[in-house]
């Protein structure tokens, strides 16, 4: 929080964009340090529900706004305006939508197989698993959440579907956690891997995240910056390489984090969701 404040420098005739609202933490800070206007960006409108309550206090220097961030420009065009002094992205899910059962992220408890973080549209991951083959799931548990024995998992999951199963994440949970723990328990769940990979695929999380970051970067004006958070290796790996690149073309931008920014020992035992985040910031020079 504090760094993102910090790398923002936010002003009173400043404009910010944060691009994944959720509970309006960044954004309250924000505006806590005078920033003058947030348009704050969310495709959960339960997130945004609840960030409109805890913002109240600043009225119209809030701007809710409910979309996906990959529509940047035109959310920015709508807004009245052709720039922005600053950009933030706190990738990933809010705590609120991992410790509510019923949003189905969680591998604790027992909820529907629904993971969308916007429940307004797309198909559900009980949509998308009905349809998938084995390969196509592996391949997904593979790539996206980096598991060595996805066709393992792979493989039980569509068993338990085709058994008729998978009621639900609890029956998920333990199907991925026989597949892929084979009985051990190691400090993380077993479970922890295919599950970050059915949420990419569900909310399609890595798709288009290069052009995104690009659009961001443009949408600053000279001397603004864009500061992006990411909580797995290959969001960050995809912000990593974009930022180089543009770094280096035609040098519009600099990288002011040459290497990401960690949560300090102390951060990550008060905070321990945080553990993983990695910070990057860019500045518009021309
Ligand atoms: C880690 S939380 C943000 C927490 C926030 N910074 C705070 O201080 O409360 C990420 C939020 O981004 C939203 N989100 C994720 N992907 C999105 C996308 N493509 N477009 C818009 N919002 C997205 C999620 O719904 C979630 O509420």
Known sequence: MAEVVEWLSPTPDGCYVDCTLGLGGHTAALLEAGAGRVIGIDRDLDALAVARE????YGDRVV???ADYRELPRVVREAGRDDVDGVLVDFGVSSMQLDEADRGFSFRQDGPLDMRM???????LADLLADVNETELANVIYEYGEERKSRRVARAIVEARDAGALTGTASLASVVRRAA???????????????QAL??????ELDGLEAFLESAVQLVAVGGRVVVIAFQSLEDRVVKHTFRRLGQEGSTVRVLTRRPLMPTVSEA??????????MRVVERVA
Not at 54 to 57: F, N
Not at 269 to 278: G, H, I, M, Q, Y
Request: glycine share 8%.
């Open 64 to 66: 809710y706004v409910h």
């Open 54 to 57: 805890r913002l109240a206090a």
């Open 181 to 195: 723990g084979g009985g051990k328990w190691t400090r993380i769940d077993p479970a922890t891997r295919t599950f």
């Open 199 to 204: 949420r990419i695929w569900t909310n399609r």
């Open 118 to 124: 916007n429940r307004t549209a797309g198909p559900s």
């Open 269 to 278: 035992e008060t905070n321990p969701r945080a553990r993983s985040a990695r």
